[in-house]
């Protein structure tokens, strides 16, 4: 893969928020993450979650999932990539909060889990 399959906020698709007038939350679980470890070149697997309130727009899944995708290829440590997946998802969609959550499965009998929280009311 190239540059060009690395994972970017601009591959994310947005549409309006059907109630923009609501404090509301949506919870997207993507079960089938997969990266690569940047020190042995060995995946890593993990489920992410994404709990956002919308503001004006939503995160439209496939593209969501396609962008996940990309993560295949790259090399990143875990808080590296949650903490890339939520400024990309912010970027996209302009939430008024939202929270990532990255649980890892074990790798030699260690789990990690890394949240990373953005609120808009927050400097």
Not at 13 to 23: H, I, L, V, Y
Not at 35 to 56: A, H, M, V
Not at 83 to 104: E, I, K
Request: contains cysteine.
């Amino acid at each position: 893969m190239s540059l060009l399959d690395a994972p970017s906020a601009n591959q994310l698709e947005t549409f309006a928020n059907p109630n923009p007038g609501r404090d509301y939350t949506i919870e997207i679980v993507c079960p089938e993450f997969t990266s690569l470890c940047p020190k042995t070149g060995q995946p890593d697997f993990g489920t992410i979650t994404f709990t956002y309130t919308p503001g004006l727009l939503c995160v439209e899944l496939k593209a969501l999932k396609l962008y996940l995708q990309r993560y295949r290829t790259q090399g990143a440590f875990y808080e590296t990539v949650v903490n890339r997946l939520l400024d990309d998802f912010v970027a996209a969609c302009h939430p008024a909060r939202c929270r990532v959550v990255g649980a890892f499965t074990p790798r030699g009998g260690i789990t990690t889990t890394v949240s990373c929280l953005y609120d808009a009311k927050t400097p």
